[in-house]
């Protein structure tokens, strides 16, 4: 839970206790919007059905709200928060396989899990991919290591590298949100799928 751990508000038990207790309700909630479903991803990619995009954009947009507000009473500080160093072509290549993956199969790794929960066993076939993956990525790890750790570019964020506040750059996401959801509206539109 970030910063609690940091200020020792929180001890590393109830850290892990909090941990399981939001990831069991956030499977419970994939699982009630029907995302175990691995048509619902696939209809990501195809058109005909965009709730992913929009379920986790509006997720991503009430997280950054909630930073930002919480920044601005002084309940955090956003020093504290960590953010993954940037790797360009690491970021590109993991980038293309896992989005080769996910319309192949369906999945991303928690709805996967989300599915294997209720028995689906092509989400099963699709973790076991996943464990394959894991498996020649981190075996054969010195083959590309060089690729792994070039372009370094630090811990940027995209507000610093377009030179705006925090504020603004929130306040452009929301409108691109608004924007992603009418195109997904009308990709629904001119791609239906009557059943699946």
Known sequence: ???????????????????????VGFGFVLESSGFSSSRKLAGMFYGY???????????AIT????????SLFGWIDLSLVYVNPTYLWSAIVGG???GAGFIMGGFCPGTAFCAVSIGKLDALAF?????IGI????????LWENLYKSSYLGEPTMNSLIGISRGVFGLLLILAAFGMFFVGEWAEKKFPRDEY
């Open 135 to 142: 498996l020649i990525f981190t075996e054969g790890y010195p």
């Open 96 to 98: 293309a396989v896992m």
């Open 127 to 131: 973790i076991g991919g996943l464990v």
């Open 49 to 59: 059905d965009t709730t992913v995009l929009k379920v986790f954009f509006t997720a």
């Open 1 to 23: 839970m970030g910063p609690l751990i940091v200020y020792e508000q929180i001890s590393s038990q109830t850290n892990l206790l909090l941990a399981l207790v939001i990831g």
């Open 63 to 70: 997280a950054m709200l909630g930073l930002l507000f919480f």
